[in-house]
């Protein structure tokens, strides 16, 4: 017989309500690092950041990083 092939597209990014989640996460909870931040994005949603990608996320939520 036949198969289909269906396209799955792979998601590499975070989608919107995905994003709101994670701002909220960081309003509650400090991460001290950006793996620390990637860390929890590969573990919520499975999906694997680089860390330049992870800055750059973090600065369109409006957080930065700010030594202590």
Same mark, same amino acid.
């Given at each position: ?6 396209? =799955? !597209? /792979?998601?590499? =990014?975070? /989608? ?5 989640? *994670? +701002?909220?996460?960081? /309003? !509650?909870? *400090?991460?001290? %690092?950006?793996?620390? #931040?990637?860390?929890?994005? +590969?573990? %919520? ?6 860390? +330049?990608? #992870? ?8 957080? +930065?990083?700010?030594? %202590?």
């Amino acid at each position: 017989g036949y198969l289909m092939k269906y396209k =799955v !597209e /792979d998601r590499h =990014v975070l /989608d919107e309500s995905e994003r709101l989640d *994670l +701002s909220k996460e960081m /309003d !509650e909870f *400090l991460y001290c %690092t950006v793996n620390a #931040v990637k860390h929890h994005i +590969s573990h %919520t949603y499975g999906l694997d950041y680089s860390e +330049s990608g #992870v800055r750059k996320l973090i600065k369109e939520l409006g957080y +930065s990083y700010k030594k %202590t």
